[in-house]
């Protein structure tokens, strides 16, 4: 492609002049919003690349983004559906090719990381490592009969660690897209360099994952997803803006510690899977929810009660995600909000994850649900956002109350808690200055 002899033949003071001189404004724009800053951190991170890499011909520029759930509240597990959205928190990369068959990537805050691309087999040494996420991405793709080979990349992130917004996951898209970029002329599609990094997490990783947060910073947008079948799922793009709302899409960062939740998490995918196995099926997606309900009082003795309310969380959950795909699709916001305040409802009520029941007296998460919805006064939208037990809230506030909001919730939380995003039109990234 026309852009390939145009990135090799360009030095590290052509890029940065291209930066400066506005060539990639248009895209900034698209993906951030906030031009001015946005030069600033690539141009940074260009001048970091250089100090580890020195000066090279050959430079790319890749952005991968986190993601925001919409809806679909911990359903992606039983193999329901999800909405959700890529954000303008990214990771990008500066990235040139090398020869020398080696991955090298230097993460801002860490040490680098070195892969053999000769050598992709599975190091049980690596797991809970980068590096192992950097391997299993390539060999996803040596798998898939797609070429590999070395680079040198430096990286920087703004995804807010803990938060919900799958820093994991926008590390692994961002490496899928580096080696569909520079090795298979960017030919592979969203959902599959998903998948690869769903490989990676899971198999090499070892964390097992579903597939949506991959889905949503591969593929960008608002992101329909039904995972009936997770090896073929249906995916949807819904292009609508936001900002014709005219409310503002946030996050609140409650400060609560993930350290001793693993449980809490496992506890979920362990009951909502006894009441499946209670109605003869492996996920509930499978079962019959009428079958639930006529079953309902035997299958509480044998699975008991939490078990319960977090089934009827996920049916509930799982054909309001239809409500709010088609209310997007249609620009129908005030619909939208509603069936949001009613998923953030059910997860306070039925699946009962915004604080872990081990440790009763940190309850952060209700906090902010409660000053939020005190503050709003039956406008806007709110509901815990992610995994739960402890992090974050996602809100929708009417930009004229934004400010008000902000003071007051970072009054509790702490400056900088509150922080604005906006669902980007594009997933996996490679910027060309066009």
Partial sequence: MWFSAFFDNMNISELKQNIQNGKFDKEFTMLYGDVVV?????????????????????????????????????????????????????????????????????SKGYNMDEVDVSDLDKKETEQGRARSLIRGVMA???????????????T????????????????????????????????????????????AECEYFGKPCGLLDQMASSVGGFTYADFCDPQNPIVDKISI??????????????????????????????????????????FLRDASMDDFYKNYAQIRQQCGDRAMLRAMHFFNENERVLTQKSAL???DFNT???T?????????????????????REQAISVALALTKQFLNGRGAYRVHGGGFAGTIQCYIPNKMFDDYKQMIES????????KLFVRAVGGYELKGE
Avoid: W
């Fill in 336 to 338: 939208f909000f509603v």
């Fill in 329 to 331: 699709r249609r620009g």
């Fill in 38 to 106: 946005a030069k600033e951190r690539y141009i940074e991170a260009v001048d970091e690349f250089v100090n580890l890499y020195g000066d090279r011909n050959n430079i790319r520029l890749f952005s991968a983004p986190g993601r925001t759930e919409v809806g679909g509240n911990h359903t992606d597990h039983q193999h329901g559906r999800v909405l959700a959205g890529s954000v303008n928190l990214d990771i990008i990369a500066v990235v040139a090719q090398n020869d020398d068959n080696i991955v090298r990537i230097k």
């Fill in 156 to 199: 920087t992130s703004n995804v807010l660690k803990g938060s919900g917004l799958s820093s994991s996951a926008a590390f692994e898209v961002l490496v899928s897209n580096v080696v569909n970029g520079l090795y298979n002329d960017a030919k592979v599609d969203a959902v599959t360099m998903a998948k690869y990094s769903q490989f």
């Fill in 412 to 419: 509790v939380f702490g400056e900088g808690s509150c922080v």
């Fill in 140 to 154: 996803a793709f040596k798998n898939g009969g797609y070429n590999v080979g070395g680079f040198d990349a430096y």
């Fill in 340 to 360: 949001v305040k009613r998923s953030g409802e059910s997860s306070y009520d039925l699946l009962q994850n915004v604080y872990s029941p081990s440790n009763p």
């Fill in 241 to 282: 803006d936001l900002n014709e709302s005219d409310h503002t899409l946030c996050v609140v960062d409650t400060g609560g510690n993930h350290a001793n939740l693993t449980q809490d998490y496992a506890d979920i995918t362990l009951e909502c899977r006894a009441v499946s196995n209670a109605l003869g099926v492996e």
